[in-house]
């Protein structure tokens, strides 16, 4: 691994209301970086967090100059923090992993390995899901499917983002500019070659998730609306095929009270008026629904905010000030 050492490693982690985990990954991550590749910066992206995580990476920051703090003005969610670390981080090779210990910090040497064997993007993969219900397992599943099929863009479903990066795979993330973020499929969408890695999901060393069910159905809406308008594509075409339906019903309808003198035969009354009523309903509120998914998202994104406030940028090393000096 000696092609490491004398290049700069930038390690990102997002951190939200991690105090209780945040010194142990710092512990790890460092002994690890200081082992198998000494010349890094360890970039910490405190989404707003409400409790101690600013407090406790001053500490180890004291004692570590290889440390930079970007401290939002609030939480932004993980995607923001982890396009802030990404447009600060100044290595030729980045990595980025969750600061709660579910990725291992002692899986960045393969990553690295792997990199370097002739890779941009090396994305780490988890063989088993221990402790998911299964409702969790199959619904995710289900989202990776429909997400491929709609997006054409593929990713496993037990990717997470735990990567090892060129700065070209950096540089084009950076560069996509989407303000509905969903980063894995950004990854998928900018391409370079790729590879992964196995390894084993630990278990949060500590503190509780942040993804409950509204967040992950939002963040599943936003990967599959920024990436493709078939939705879309599928409504258009079914609202054709039910307008020539109904355009033939009417047809048929005023034909046989002309001809068979009553309706009475395909319109048996009240049932089938409440059957033809509310699937057409039904649908409509359907389409209503997708429609308005993605109008939300363009009123987002027409609007061009930045997708984070960083309130302070403090410590970290100083002998790599630009972030394009290595280039
Ligand atoms: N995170 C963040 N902002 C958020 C939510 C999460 O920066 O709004 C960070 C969090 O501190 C952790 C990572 O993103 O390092 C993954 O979050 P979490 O562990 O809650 O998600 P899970 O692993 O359960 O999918
Ligand atoms: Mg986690």
Not at 99 to 113: K, N, V
Not at 263 to 291: E, K, P, R, Y
């Amino acid at each position: 691994m000696s092609f490491h050492k004398d290049i700069l490693l930038s390690v990102i982690a997002p951190c939200y209301n991690e105090e209780e985990a945040i010194g142990e990954f710092i512990n790890r991550t460092v002994s690890v970086l200081d082992e198998h590749c000494p010349n890094y910066e360890l970039l910490l992206v405190d989404d707003g967090s409400k409790d101690k995580t600013v407090e406790k990476i001053a500490e180890y920051q004291r004692k570590n100059p290889n440390i930079r703090l970007i401290r939002f003005s609030r939480n932004f969610g993980k995607e923001a923090a982890v396009t802030a670390g990404l447009e600060h981080s100044a290595g030729e090779i980045v990595v980025m992993l969750d600061s709660d210990l579910q990725d291992p910090p002692s899986l960045i040497p393969l990553l690295l390995e792997k990199l370097d064997s002739g890779y941009d993007i090396v994305s780490a993969q988890h063989t088993i899901r221990k402790k998911e219900t299964f409702l969790k397992k199959i619904t995710s599943k289900l989202f990776y499917r429909l997400a491929a099929h709609m997006t054409g863009l593929t990713i496993p479903d037990t990717v997470g983002d735990y990567r090892a990066m060129r700065r070209k795979v950096v540089d084009a993330v950076v560069s996509v500019k989407d303000n509905v973020r969903y980063m894995k499929m950004i990854y998928a969408y900018v391409g370079f070659r790729n590879a992964t890695v196995l390894y084993e999901r630990e278990p949060r060393f500590a503190g509780v998730t942040k993804y409950n069910y509204p967040r992950l159905i939002t963040a599943a809406l936003d990967a599959i609306i920024s990436f493709s308008d078939k939705p879309l594509r599928y409504i258009s075409l079914m609202c054709i095929g039910i307008s020539i339906s109904a355009f033939l019903l009417i047809i048929y309808v005023i034909l046989q009270k002309i001809f068979a003198g009553d309706t009475a035969s395909i319109a048996n009354g009240w049932t089938s008026l409440v059957v033809l009523i509310n699937t057409l309903f039904c649908l409509l509120f359907a389409f209503l629904a997708i429609i308005s998914e993605y109008i939300s998202r363009i009123l987002r994104e027409s609007k061009h905010r930045p997708l984070y406030f960083a309130e302070e940028i403090r410590g970290g090393r100083t002998d790599y000030p630009s972030i394009l000096k290595h280039k």
